[in-house]
């Protein structure tokens, strides 16, 4: 069975659905607290997705995801080594990442994504959205034809919904936007209803350069997005199931949050 | 010290700068130029430079977005005024906290985050020239409040801007006195001292623990444990906390003589709680059983109501009101109100529910409000604004989501809103085998303060006054909630509970440890808490204090001896401080210590009994009032567009968006939805576990502005509304057979104005009481009616403000907060229109009853014909909605409420791509005014597939009355004898109803 660990604890908030997503994906779930790694209770390298899951790490104070990625990059393990230094090994090994809204925030602090250089330096940052407010409503994002990673494998066009009040992706400098769209990591960007990229506000949140919603890195192997797939496991969490029940046009499991999670089980299962 | 400063660079947008920039302009008129915003740390820690730097750099700077300054502060001549603000000592900062931790993993040393090491202050710089006048009004308006805050103005003088840092260390001599009081004086004198020391104990109480001192028994014990017969500061204090109206609610039992002016009936109730509220619940309870329905699991004497939700899950239900402190400061008023019901629901039975979702009533006075503000009020929108921002940070910081909500403006809230906030979780029905829903407690366990730690918060809750604030002391008058610290807490809680490690356990609150020791002590009847062993915030606090502080984020934990070590073992995995501080003895005494020395020895039977009843009196008179002449109205549309963009109906989508609804994925229909998501909904569903279609259905009925007419009417209205907004998604009634695991279950909660008579302060006080008595006789008579328990509740009762002389009274006002379970999600049902073609109809009748519309407050009106609840009717009609459901025969229900019959269509149209034609022939013989506008009760919008008509209209026969269809022409049409008197585009519609609040 593959093994999907999520991490939670201080203030993190989006664990029980994300537990939730990788059971009906036919995962073996595994939810602890930060520190049952920090401890040794638990060792990375048993498992083969490391997830971080939405929520407020530390309040979101400093900035999102600040306290908790310097906790990874800095606070040393029972072993004696950083978290990020497991982390390295994990992805050299192949394996799986997965941080959604806070967990994103968070890889990004870590400069895990893009990580265009291989050497963990933050390259872009979520910043407050242009709105200056947190909001809670559903967007469409489109997943980029070009992006190699199995999370999207056979995902067009995804609802979801957003809940963020720092999601606004900003790129350090030319350098890094030519490669980051030279290499395809663009994982997820805002559109409308049809698929049309757009930076119109509300469909474009947050005012993300290039509208985008979710990255990827050089391997393919971590990926990182704002919106959250794992609210949207069930037809019944779409805001208009009600009418297209009626038309008799329920959703399917292929077109919900939930592939991204079928996605990632069923290519490391093969 | 040293301090770091970051700040964005100017090649990037400051989005916070740029939103304040904008309130200044359209709310202050104040035009600012550019703002730059800013945040300073003060650390005031051993550090090497280099390190310093590096944390600057790495721990504290974005990387990306970021310049960062050391030990000097950020200048350019650009900016010509500023703004600091931090907060003052004691006060929680939790960014401060936040960067300590960040400290200590990046030096990889242990620092005790109990001491405060990193001081925050936000820096705003300002590019026009203002005056001191103009940025303190900057400042109080939008960053902070002097309550709790420190604010710093500066304008440029001689081409500087003199700032310095801010750093609201604590600085407090260690006092560790305890008081003695002598009780032997006269009346006045005793008067005075309650006064004096607030502790708001009436003559009849302070006589009564005058008595309890002199009882000879008394003294003999006292003697025996070495206290005298004069008691301790830390007793008298106690007495206030336990005897307050907030604990022991003194006014829902008092014994009340009502009397009917018109018909000079005289009754004597002894107790509104006893009779009315707890008096309905058992007879229901009876009910249930008598049908074999056994869903109603605990009631009243604990901190929450339990129902049984599954076969082995338990759903646990709360709703409070926070209204005094969220008037003072509404941020955090709000905030410590979520966080506080959470805690409610944490500590029920067992403890360590899992928090399901919030709800939230807010009352406030209207955004555009412009009377002369008095001397401590604020204005409405600010008390919206910051109350809104503490329930968004209380709920989405704690990744609960809210699922439904209301706000009411009146001019009456003006001085006082009113802050209703509600929590639901769902707690396993045994933990080990132990019922989860008792609180066990057995002599030797021991007593477990969890969480945060011990200051000066809210000692005597909101009751102090801004002027007794010291500038070095910490400030008292209101707590500051930080979610992130309750997240622990609570992920704690449901962890230990599980491994079976906590026994029983409860909140601090009102009252801090003093209640919940003096509650839970009853259990075993004694207690012994040792007060040094407290954890305190700062060092300097009496005991007394640190009894009676009302600090956040706490809960009372009962461990059994032997799993003492395990229970700590895993609170320090966690990160969560425990403190073992006591244990429970069958003494008959709440029995505190200090250092060894008994300073508190009180016999449990007289502290939680020996309140005298207070006695008070009610006289109902009848209103002389009348229906205004026939309004003539020339052009309907206009009136549509105008309500639609009233206050009391217009959309609410700019707060609703600031909850995060979805977190958890278990929302299911909520606040907007349909094809843009926009339409507003009924009653929020969610389901109760990702693998199950069971679903609960969340509501709250208010509506106060019928109380101005009848305040029965207005009781039992806000009753039905909350009923019939979780039938018109799909629920449905309880007790109607046997076997039955269809629970409801409600909280009522008062709040109402002064209503103790007094010649002087409160001549109407009889007026006010007989309509609170009025609000609970509706209670009754609809909760046994239906079978819908009352569970919990809270009554407030002092909601006036008073200032220069002038008192603004809320109007007397109940919410009831229903859930009710739901078996299939499929069953459910939304509001919108779902297909061109579909049928409407009107379920239920219209009455003229056109009283306390919104129709009628267009033109200032009042009216006399108040919408009346025919229970009777009501209930058939919404048997025969669920009879329409079973079969899937509803595409759409809306209920008809604020507004009448014609906003609720328009409320079925907006945020869809459809229109309706509608005629109101089939209304009856009313006015047309009434037909389209009357707010009568029990009614709802119904759109079917035109193929279900026949089995439709069998089932409701005249109960159903038919409107018309759903077009696909975007345009909502009327038609009165066959003749337009509305043509309304739905953009228009929508562009009256989208108002930004």
């Given at each position: 069975?593959?093994?999907?660990?999520?991490?939670?604890?201080?203030?993190?908030n989006?664990e029980?659905?994300?537990?939730a997503a990788?059971?009906?994906?036919?995962?073996?779930?595994?939810?602890?607290?930060?520190?049952?790694i920090?401890?040794?209770?638990?060792?990375?390298h048993d498992?083969?997705?490391?997830n971080?899951?939405?929520g407020?790490?530390?309040?979101?104070?400093?900035?999102s995801?600040?306290?908790?990625?310097?906790?990874?990059?800095?606070?040393k393990?029972q072993s004696g080594?950083?978290?990020i230094?497991?982390?390295?090994?994990?992805?050299?090994?192949?394996?799986?990442?997965?941080g959604?809204?806070?967990?994103?925030?968070?890889?990004?602090?870590?400069?895990?994504?893009?990580?265009?250089?291989?050497?963990?330096?933050?390259?872009?940052?979520?910043v407050?959205?242009?709105?200056?407010?947190y909001?809670?409503r559903?967007v469409?994002?489109?997943?980029?034809?070009?992006?190699?990673?199995?999370f999207?494998?056979?995902?067009?066009?995804?609802?979801?919904?957003?809940?963020?009040?720092e999601?606004?992706?900003?790129?350090?400098?030319?350098?890094?936007?030519?490669?980051?769209?030279?290499?395809?990591?663009?994982?997820l960007q805002?559109?409308?209803?049809?698929?049309?990229?757009?930076?119109?506000?509300?469909?474009?949140?947050?005012?993300?350069?290039?509208?985008?919603?979710?990255?990827?890195?050089?391997?393919?192997?971590?990926?990182?997005?704002?919106?959250h797939?794992?609210?949207?496991?069930?037809?019944?969490?779409?805001?208009?199931?009600?009418?297209?029940?009626?038309?008799?046009?329920?959703?399917?499991?292929e077109n919900?949050?939930q592939?991204?999670f079928?996605?990632?089980?069923?290519?490391?299962?093969? | 010290?040293?301090?770091i400063?970051?700040?964005?660079?100017p090649e990037?947008?400051?989005?916070?700068?740029?939103?304040?920039?904008?309130?200044?302009?359209?709310?202050?008129?104040?035009?600012?130029?550019?703002?730059k915003?800013?945040?300073?740390?003060?650390?005031?820690y051993?550090?090497t430079?280099d390190?310093?730097i590096?944390?600057?750099?790495?721990?504290l700077?974005?990387?990306?977005t970021?310049?960062?300054?050391?030990?000097k502060?950020?200048?350019?001549i650009?900016?010509?005024?500023?703004?600091?603000?931090a907060?003052?000592?004691?006060?929680t900062?939790d960014i401060g906290v936040?960067?300590?931790?960040?400290?200590?993993?990046?030096?990889?040393?242990?620092?005790?985050?109990?001491?405060?090491?990193?001081?925050?202050?936000?820096?705003f710089?300002?590019?026009?020239?203002?005056?001191?006048?103009?940025?303190?009004?900057?400042?109080?308006?939008?960053?902070?409040?002097?309550?709790?805050?420190h604010i710093?103005?500066?304008?440029k003088?001689?081409k500087?801007?003199n700032?310095?840092?801010?750093?609201?260390k604590?600085?407090?001599?260690?006092?560790?006195?305890?008081?003695?009081?002598?009780?032997?004086i006269?009346?006045?004198?005793?008067?005075k001292?309650?006064?004096?020391?607030?502790?708001?104990?009436?003559?009849?109480?302070?006589?009564?623990?005058r008595?309890y001192?002199?009882?000879?028994?008394?003294i003999?014990?006292?003697?025996?444990?070495?206290?005298?017969?004069?008691?301790?500061?830390?007793?008298?204090?106690?007495?206030?906390?336990?005897?307050?109206?907030?604990?022991?609610?003194?006014e829902?039992?008092a014994?009340?003589?009502?009397?009917?002016?018109?018909t000079g009936?005289?009754?004597?109730?002894?107790?509104l709680?006893?009779?009315?509220?707890?008096?309905?619940?058992?007879?229901?309870?009876?009910?249930?059983?008598?049908?074999?329905?056994?869903?109603?699991?605990?009631?009243f004497d604990?901190?929450?109501?339990?129902?049984?939700?599954?076969?082995n899950?338990?759903?646990?239900?709360?709703?409070?009101?926070?209204?005094?402190?969220s008037?003072?400061d509404?941020?955090?008023g709000?905030?410590?109100?979520i966080?506080?019901?959470?805690r409610?629901?944490?500590?029920t039975?067992?403890g360590?529910?899992?928090?399901?979702?919030?709800t939230?009533?807010?009352?406030?006075?209207?955004?555009?409000?412009?009377?002369?503000?008095?001397k401590?009020?604020?204005?409405?929108?600010?008390?919206?604004?910051?109350?809104?921002n503490g329930?968004?940070d209380?709920?989405?910081k704690?990744?609960?989501?809210?699922?439904?909500?209301?706000?009411?403006?009146?001019?009456?809230?003006?001085g006082?809103?009113l802050?209703?906030?509600g929590?639901?979780?769902?707690?396993?029905?045994?933990?080990?085998?132990?019922?989860?829903?008792e609180?066990?407690?057995d002599?030797?366990?021991?007593?477990?303060?969890?969480?945060?730690?011990?200051?000066?918060?809210?000692i005597?809750?909101?009751?102090?006054?801004?002027?007794?604030?010291?500038?070095?002391s910490?400030?008292?008058a209101?707590?500051?909630?930080?979610?992130?610290?309750?997240?622990?807490?609570?992920?704690f809680?449901?962890?230990?509970?599980k491994?079976?490690?906590?026994?029983?356990?409860?909140?601090n609150?009102?009252?801090?440890?003093?209640?919940?020791?003096?509650?839970?002590?009853e259990?075993?009847?004694?207690?012994?808490?040792?007060?040094?062993?407290?954890?305190?915030?700062?060092?300097?606090?009496?005991?007394?204090?640190?009894?009676?502080?009302?600090?956040?984020?706490?809960?009372?934990i009962?461990?059994?001896?032997?799993?003492?070590d395990v229970?700590?073992?895993?609170?320090?995995?966690?990160e969560?401080e425990?403190?073992?501080?006591?244990?429970?003895?069958?003494?008959?005494?709440l029995?505190?210590?200090?250092?060894?020395?008994?300073?508190?020895?009180?016999?449990?039977?007289?502290?939680h009994n020996g309140?005298?009843q207070?006695?008070?009196?009610?006289?109902?008179?009848s209103?002389?009032?009348?229906?205004?002449?026939?309004?003539?109205?020339?052009?309907?549309?206009?009136?549509?567009?105008?309500?639609?963009?009233?206050?009391?109906?217009?959309?609410?989508?700019?707060?609703i968006r600031?909850?995060d609804?979805e977190?958890?994925?278990?929302?299911i229909?909520?606040p907007?939805?349909?094809?843009?998501?926009t339409?507003?909904?009924?009653?929020?569903?969610?389901?109760?576990?990702?693998?199950?279609?069971e679903?609960?259905?969340?509501?709250?009925?208010i509506m106060?502005?019928?109380?101005?007419?009848d305040?029965?009417?207005?009781?039992?209205?806000?009753?039905?509304e909350?009923?019939?907004?979780?039938?018109?998604?799909?629920?449905?009634l309880?007790?109607?057979k046997?076997?039955d695991?269809?629970?409801?279950?409600?909280?009522?909660n008062f709040s109402?104005?002064d209503?103790?008579?007094?010649?002087?302060?409160?001549?109407d006080?009889?007026e006010?009481?007989a309509?609170?008595?009025?609000?609970?006789?509706?209670l009754?008579?609809?909760?046994?009616?239906?079978?819908?328990?009352?569970?919990?509740g809270?009554?407030?009762?002092?909601?006036?403000?008073?200032?220069e002389?002038v008192?603004i009274s809320?109007?007397?006002?109940?919410?009831?907060?229903m859930?009710?379970?739901i078996?299939d999600?499929?069953?459910?049902?939304t509001s919108d229109?779902?297909?061109?073609?579909?049928?409407?109809?009107?379920i239920?009748k219209?009455?003229?009853e056109?009283?306390?519309?919104e129709?009628?407050?267009?033109y200032?009106?009042?009216?006399?014909?108040?919408?009346?609840?025919r229970?009777?009717?009501?209930?058939?009609?919404?048997?025969k909605?669920m009879?329409a459901?079973?079969?899937?025969?509803?595409?759409?229900?809306h209920?008809?409420s604020?507004?009448?019959?014609l906003i609720?269509?328009a409320?079925?149209?907006?945020?869809?791509?459809?229109?309706?034609k509608?005629?109101?022939?089939?209304l009856?013989?009313?006015?047309?005014?009434?037909?389209?506008?009357?707010?009568s009760?029990?009614?709802?919008?119904?759109?079917?597939?035109?193929?279900?008509?026949?089995?439709?209209?069998?089932?409701?026969?005249e109960?159903a009355?038919?409107?018309?269809?759903?077009?696909?022409?975007?345009?909502?049409?009327i038609?009165?004898?066959?003749v337009?008197i509305?043509?309304?585009?739905?953009?228009n519609?929508?562009?009256?109803?989208?108002v930004?609040?």
């Amino acid at each position: 069975m593959i093994k999907s660990l999520i991490l939670t604890g201080f203030g993190i908030n989006c664990e029980t659905e994300m537990g939730a997503a990788y059971k009906n994906a036919g995962a073996e779930v595994t939810i602890i607290h930060f520190n049952e790694i920090l401890n040794g209770t638990y060792n990375l390298h048993d498992f083969d997705i490391l997830n971080f899951p939405g929520g407020f790490s530390f309040g979101d104070d400093i900035a999102s995801g600040k306290v908790m990625s310097n906790k990874v990059k800095y606070k040393k393990m029972q072993s004696g080594k950083t978290f990020i230094e497991e982390i390295d090994k994990f992805i050299k090994d192949g394996k799986y990442i997965l941080g959604i809204c806070n967990g994103f925030q968070i890889l990004v602090q870590l400069g895990l994504l893009p990580n265009l250089k291989n050497d963990y330096e933050p390259e872009v940052a979520l910043v407050a959205n242009n709105s200056n407010k947190y909001e809670d409503r559903w967007v469409y994002c489109k997943v980029n034809s070009k992006v190699k990673t199995p999370f999207l494998k056979n995902i067009d066009l995804l609802p979801v919904p957003v809940r963020h009040g720092e999601g606004k992706l900003v790129i350090k400098d030319d350098t890094t936007r030519k490669q980051i769209l030279d290499n395809n990591l663009i994982a997820l960007q805002y559109s409308d209803k049809q698929g049309n990229i757009t930076d119109e506000y509300p469909k474009n949140p947050n005012g993300a350069e290039f509208s985008i919603a979710g990255l990827t890195d050089p391997t393919g192997q971590i990926l990182g997005l704002m919106p959250h797939p794992e609210a949207f496991l069930s037809f019944y969490n779409h805001p208009n199931w009600a009418k297209l029940k009626q038309e008799g046009k329920e959703i399917k499991r292929e077109n919900t949050g939930q592939a991204i999670f079928d996605n990632i089980i069923k290519h490391i299962e093969r | 010290m040293n301090s770091i400063q970051t700040h964005i660079k100017p090649e990037y947008k400051d989005t916070k700068g740029i939103s304040i920039q904008n309130k200044c302009k359209e709310q202050l008129q104040i035009e600012t130029g550019e703002i730059k915003t800013s945040k300073l740390y003060t650390v005031d820690y051993e550090i090497t430079d280099d390190n310093l730097i590096k944390f600057a750099e790495n721990c504290l700077k974005n990387k990306i977005t970021d310049e960062v300054l050391i030990n000097k502060v950020y200048e350019n001549i650009k900016y010509n005024s500023l703004i600091a603000v931090a907060q003052l000592p004691g006060v929680t900062d939790d960014i401060g906290v936040s960067a300590q931790m960040a400290l200590a993993d990046f030096l990889n040393r242990e620092i005790d985050i109990n001491v405060q090491h990193i001081f925050t202050q936000d820096i705003f710089y300002i590019e026009n020239k203002l005056s001191e006048n103009e940025l303190m009004l900057i400042a109080k308006s939008f960053l902070g409040n002097p309550l709790i805050n420190h604010i710093q103005v500066i304008t440029k003088e001689n081409k500087k801007l003199n700032f310095t840092p801010y750093v609201p260390k604590v600085e407090m001599q260690v006092d560790e006195t305890v008081e003695l009081i002598n009780l032997d004086i006269s009346d006045d004198e005793l008067i005075k001292l309650s006064e004096n020391k607030i502790l708001a104990l009436s003559l009849e109480e302070m006589k009564a623990i005058r008595n309890y001192f002199k009882d000879e028994k008394v003294i003999a014990e006292r003697k025996k444990v070495g206290l005298s017969e004069k008691l301790t500061d830390i007793e008298l204090e106690v007495f206030a906390q336990t005897w307050s109206e907030h604990c022991k609610h003194k006014e829902f039992n008092a014994e009340i003589i009502y009397e009917d002016k018109e018909t000079g009936e005289k009754k004597i109730i002894n107790s509104l709680f006893k009779t009315y509220i707890k008096g309905s619940t058992d007879i229901i309870q009876k009910h249930l059983k008598n049908n074999d329905n056994h869903w109603l699991i605990k009631v009243f004497d604990d901190n929450a109501g339990t129902v049984r939700a599954t076969k082995n899950k338990l759903f646990v239900w709360k709703v409070e009101t926070h209204n005094s402190p969220s008037a003072l400061d509404p941020y955090g008023g709000a905030i410590t109100g979520i966080l506080g019901v959470n805690r409610d629901i944490m500590g029920t039975g067992i403890g360590g529910a899992e928090l399901l979702f919030n709800t939230n009533v807010l009352c406030f006075g209207p955004p555009n409000y412009d009377k002369k503000l008095l001397k401590g009020q604020l204005h409405p929108r600010r008390i919206m604004e910051g109350v809104v921002n503490g329930i968004e940070d209380g709920g989405n910081k704690s990744g609960i989501p809210t699922v439904n909500g209301s706000v009411v403006f009146d001019d009456r809230f003006a001085g006082k809103p009113l802050v209703f906030c509600g929590t639901g979780g769902i707690m396993p029905d045994n933990y080990l085998g132990r019922n989860a829903w008792e609180k066990p407690i057995d002599i030797n366990d021991r007593i477990i303060m969890a969480g945060g730690r011990v200051g000066k918060d809210g000692i005597h809750g909101a009751t102090f006054s801004s002027t007794e604030i010291n500038e070095k002391s910490p400030q008292s008058a209101v707590q500051i909630g930080s979610p992130i610290t309750q997240k622990k807490l609570s992920d704690f809680m449901i962890v230990a509970a599980k491994k079976g490690l906590i026994k029983s356990s409860t909140d601090n609150g009102a009252g801090g440890l003093s209640s919940s020791v003096g509650e839970l002590a009853e259990i075993t009847n004694g207690a012994v808490v040792n007060l040094e062993k407290v954890p305190l915030k700062y060092s300097g606090l009496k005991p007394w204090e640190i009894f009676v502080s009302e600090s956040q984020e706490r809960m009372t934990i009962v461990v059994e001896p032997q799993n003492i070590d395990v229970f700590f073992e895993l609170a320090e995995n966690m990160e969560l401080e425990v403190t073992d501080i006591g244990y429970f003895t069958n003494s008959g005494y709440l029995d505190i210590r200090f250092k060894g020395k008994i300073i508190h020895y009180i016999d449990l039977d007289f502290l939680h009994n020996g309140v005298p009843q207070k006695k008070m009196q009610a006289e109902l008179k009848s209103l002389q009032l009348s229906e205004p002449e026939n309004i003539k109205i020339e052009d309907y549309e206009d009136v549509l567009l105008k309500l639609l963009s009233s206050q009391n109906i217009s959309s609410r989508e700019n707060i609703i968006r600031k909850y995060d609804h979805e977190v958890k994925g278990k929302s299911i229909i909520k606040p907007l939805m349909g094809e843009k998501g926009t339409s507003p909904q009924d009653a929020g569903v969610m389901r109760l576990a990702h693998d199950s279609f069971e679903v609960i259905a969340v509501s709250n009925g208010i509506m106060p502005k019928f109380g101005d007419i009848d305040a029965y009417e207005m009781s039992a209205g806000a009753f039905d509304e909350a009923v019939r907004q979780i039938i018109a998604v799909g629920g449905t009634l309880p007790n109607t057979k046997k076997n039955d695991d269809t629970f409801w279950t409600v909280n009522d909660n008062f709040s109402v104005p002064d209503s103790l008579y007094h010649p002087e302060n409160n001549p109407d006080g009889k007026e006010k009481l007989a309509k609170l008595v009025q609000m609970c006789e509706a209670l009754y008579d609809m909760s046994t009616f239906y079978d819908i328990p009352m569970t919990s509740g809270k009554d407030s009762m002092k909601n006036d403000f008073k200032a220069e002389g002038v008192k603004i009274s809320v109007p007397p006002t109940i919410v009831y907060s229903m859930v009710s379970k739901i078996k299939d999600i499929r069953n459910t049902i939304t509001s919108d229109f779902k297909a061109e073609g579909d049928l409407i109809y009107q379920i239920g009748k219209t009455y003229d009853e056109l009283g306390a519309s919104e129709f009628y407050k267009l033109y200032g009106e009042l009216g006399a014909n108040v919408p009346k609840v025919r229970k009777e009717e009501a209930k058939d009609t919404y048997l025969k909605m669920m009879q329409a459901n079973e079969q899937n025969l509803i595409a759409s229900a809306h209920d008809i409420s604020d507004g009448g019959m014609l906003i609720a269509l328009a409320e079925c149209i907006i945020g869809t791509k459809f229109g309706a034609k509608v005629m109101t022939n089939n209304l009856g013989n009313l006015s047309i005014n009434a037909k389209l506008f009357a707010e009568s009760h029990s009614r709802f919008i119904v759109s079917i597939k035109p193929k279900n008509k026949e089995k439709f209209e069998n089932i409701f026969k005249e109960k159903a009355q038919y409107l018309g269809k759903v077009t696909n022409k975007n345009k909502l049409e009327i038609f009165e004898n066959e003749v337009v008197i509305i043509e309304s585009d739905l953009a228009n519609m929508e562009n009256a109803w989208n108002v930004e609040l």
